[in-house]
């Protein structure tokens, strides 16, 4: 108990953190190539990010593509095991109505028998309330077990599975700072709070 409790604490702490994303400084420099040289820097910057949005939006493509195959294969083994379910289900139904039916017999003879029990104080009455209890008892830990029904699957949970796979995170940033630095400039990052800052 003390352990769940020390996770629930940690988990709440963790969730009030401060959160920093990190913003970088750009220092120039006085030379008098800089300029051009970081307009170059500029250029490789923005084609890197177009074909980095290009490879991105094929991604996203192909990811709709793979997952209406997984779709289809996921359906299929869902109607299987939803075919397999529903047989399951009908067992269990008949099997509940079996042990209901002896449960409620067992249950209105314990009740006799515990009444002669405590009122009449017959041992032979005391000892079948008790085989009855242990019947009782044991019909509890038997009681069936209704079969858990499949989930049918989620297009929209497939397609974002297969979207982790894209990024638009082609490091076109960090090879600006290293052609700015190149070019005679500093980059100086700054981590900055933005949420639950103190």
């Known amino acids: 108990m003390l352990r769940l409790l020390l996770m629930g604490l940690l988990l709440f702490l ?8 990190i913003q970088n400084e750009y220092i120039t420099s006085a030379s008098a190539s800089f300029a051009p040289c970081v307009e170059r820097c500029s250029v490789s910057q923005q084609t890197c990010q177009t074909q980095c949005q290009q490879r ?12 209406k195959a997984v779709e289809q294969e996921e359906l299929k083994a869902y109607e299987h ?27 209105r003879d314990f009740n006799y ?15 079948k309330r008790d085989e009855l209890r242990r019947y ?6 038997e009681r069936p077990r209704e079969p858990r029904m499949p ?14 796979f894209c990024s638009t995170d082609c490091g076109c940033e960090q090879a600006y700072d290293g052609c ?13 709070c933005i949420e639950y800052c103190d």
């Open 14 to 21: 963790t969730g009030c953190a401060p959160r920093y994303v």
């Open 56 to 67: 991105y939006q094929l991604c996203l493509d192909e990811a709709y593509a793979k997952a």
């Open 81 to 107: 095991e939803y075919g397999r379910y529903r047989m399951d289900f009908s067992f269990f139904q008949s099997d509940m109505y079996r042990w209901r039916r002896d449960f409620d017999d067992v249950s």
């Open 113 to 127: 028998f515990q009444k002669r029990c405590t009122k009449d104080k017959e041992v032979s009455a005391c000892q």
């Open 136 to 141: 009782l008892n044991r019909l509890n830990y």
């Open 151 to 164: 989930m049918r699957p989620s297009f929209e949970q497939i397609l974002l599975n297969q979207q982790t």
């Open 180 to 192: 700015f630095t190149a070019c005679g400039g500093r980059v100086i990052p700054h981590k900055i």
